[in-house]
């Protein structure tokens, strides 16, 4: 749904000023490989504070702690 809308706003854009809708076709693949480092740092970050959660929760998961929720 998300490549939908942006095809139907790129569309818009196109009709509505051409040259700033090229311009976007060209940047976006730049911009996108330029993003993608800290894409991947945020992942990286995630992953870390999932397995210190997971760390921290251990000893209520062994002793029996659901969750509520």
Do not use: D
Request: hydrophobic fraction near 70%.
């Amino acid at each position: 749904m998300k490549i939908f809308l942006g095809i139907v706003l790129w569309c818009i854009l196109f009709l509505l000023c051409w040259p700033v809708a090229l311009l976007v076709l060209v940047l976006f693949p730049i911009v996108w490989l330029i993003l993608l480092p800290f894409r991947l740092v945020w992942l990286s970050l995630e992953a870390v504070l999932a397995f210190v959660g997971a760390i921290l929760f251990l000893p209520a998961r062994l002793l029996g702690q659901r969750r509520r929720g």
